[in-house]
């Protein structure tokens, strides 16, 4: 397919744009119900042959491992995977873990621990493909923040779908496999869109770089040349996944002792205002042309996240606060700190920075993310038994939103007080001071 005039108003670009911003929605929002709907039952008064470990836990660090896995190889697979092959590979992903869901349900139950951990395996490879067809356009930003908007919302609606399916009478461990084949035809036709969209054009490159595979020389050239501005981020992230993997798995137990474990669809309830706000925030970023200035915004809106964390946690200790509105405002607070890792911070970083691939970035952090997570929980089993879930999330809260603004101001001042060249204007890597003056 040829590409639109270079115009912002012409009709066939803004419908190339709002395909994509469909079709990523729709693909990672199918993918979840393939990873998440198993959450949504307790497993409760079982633990993994006999250890301090609860069979839940149990399934969730299974599941995290094989998708922690999937993640480093991520690293080099999703940046190198040719254009032509993606579609191919997201269903073959999404088929063996489909697969390892029906064997969850089939084989006895320390078995199942394998089985969870086979279908987190493919899965997290999933997102670093969808986000190569999405990458390096002008509108990246908007189209990445309706992506990211897609794992707010659909881990509530199939963990409610999920739920539906276990009191109409399918057995617990039936019940994902069940979930994951209802919601095959949303994956295939949001794959088909994808396929559709025309790559990036000549005024895409020239605003946002050429995108396409890395090398492993490459990828140390990157984290060389941005490390004081890395570190600090990963350091953060390593705890931020773990919090958010923590809200997430866990917030069946945790609205539970809220007091809310009969209400109706309280998982959309819960998400849906998070998704929306936190993707009209950050698809706003589409009107900062400026690299470096959308850069300063992105770390706003995560020292932002901070904050809310941080008072909203607060509120709820001294009564100000419900239980229901706490868990929307640290969800908010969380994911304006989350969501910019898996899309707009690296998207912005290899912008400015004039070649790459945003995967990289994405998969070097989810991969130190998801390795946090399963210490966590760990520790809260084996370590901090002794205190409830929720207890031990609201702790959390506090120590992640101090540690985390800290870590924002330590990365962020890189960015402020860098020489950076901002590639929005030329795709040209930076020159030396004198380079720069003479031409």
């Known amino acids: 397919m040829n590409s639109a005039p270079d115009t912002d108003s012409n009709p066939s670009r803004w419908r190339v744009i709002l395909t994509a911003a469909a079709a990523g929605f729709l693909t990672y929002f199918a993918m979840y119900a393939f990873r998440k709907p198993f959450t949504a039952a307790q497993y409760s008064g079982e633990s993994l042959w006999g250890s301090g470990v609860e069979l839940k836990t149990s399934f969730v660090i299974a599941q995290i491992v ?3 896995i999937s993640k480093y190889l991520g690293i080099d697979l999703c940046t190198r995977i040719p254009d032509r092959f993606r579609a191919v590979a997201l269903i073959g992903l999404i088929g063996i873990a489909e697969l390892a869901l029906v064997l969850f349900a089939v084989v006895p139950v320390p078995w199942k621990v394998l089985a969870i951990f086979l279908n987190g395996l493919p899965l997290g490879m999933v997102w670093g493909l969808v986000v190569r067809y999405l990458e390096g356009r002008r509108a990246s930003d908007l189209l990445l923040a309706c992506l990211c908007c897609s794992f707010i919302v659909s881990s509530g609606v199939v963990k409610d779908v999920g739920r539906s399916w276990i009191d109409s009478g399918v057995d617990p461990y039936w019940m994902p496999a069940v979930t994951g084949l209802c919601f095959v035809p949303m994956f295939l036709i949001a794959l088909a869109m994808l396929a559709w969209l025309p790559a990036p054009d000549a005024s895409d490159i020239k605003a946002r770089s050429k995108r396409g595979e890395m090398s492993t020389t490459d990828r140390w050239q990157f984290v060389r040349s941005q490390w004081n501005t890395l570190w600090p981020l990963l350091l953060f992230y ?20 809220l007091g809310y474990a009969e209400a109706p669809a309280i998982f959309s309830r819960m998400e849906l205002p998070v998704a929306l706000v936190v993707t009209l925030g950050l698809g706003m970023l589409i009107l900062v042309q400026n690299h470096r200035h959308g850069l300063l915004a992105i770390y706003g809106s995560m020292l932002a996240g901070m904050l809310l964390v941080g008072i909203s946690t607060a509120l709820v200790f001294s009564g100000a606060v419900s239980g229901l509105t706490w868990m929307i405002l640290v969800g908010v607070g969380s994911y304006l700190a989350y969501v910019p890792f898996n899309a707009v911070l690296f998207e912005r970083l290899v912008a400015l920075r004039g070649t790459g691939s945003a995967v990289f970035g994405i998969y070097l952090a989810d991969a130190l993310g998801y390795t946090g997570s399963i210490g966590v929980q760990l520790y809260k089993d084996l370590g901090a038994d002794s205190i409830d879930r929720l207890t031990f999330f609201q702790n959390y809260s506090l120590i992640l939103a101090v540690a985390g603004f800290c870590c924002l101001l330590i990365s962020g001042s890189a960015i402020l007080i860098g020489n950076w060249q901002d590639s929005a204007v030329t795709i040209a890597p930076p020159q030396p001071a004198a380079d720069a003056a003479s031409s």
């Open 66 to 68: 094989g998708y922690a």
């Open 238 to 257: 390593t705890g931020l996944t773990a919090y958010r993997d923590f809200r997430d798995n866990y917030s069946v137990e945790i609205l539970n002792n």
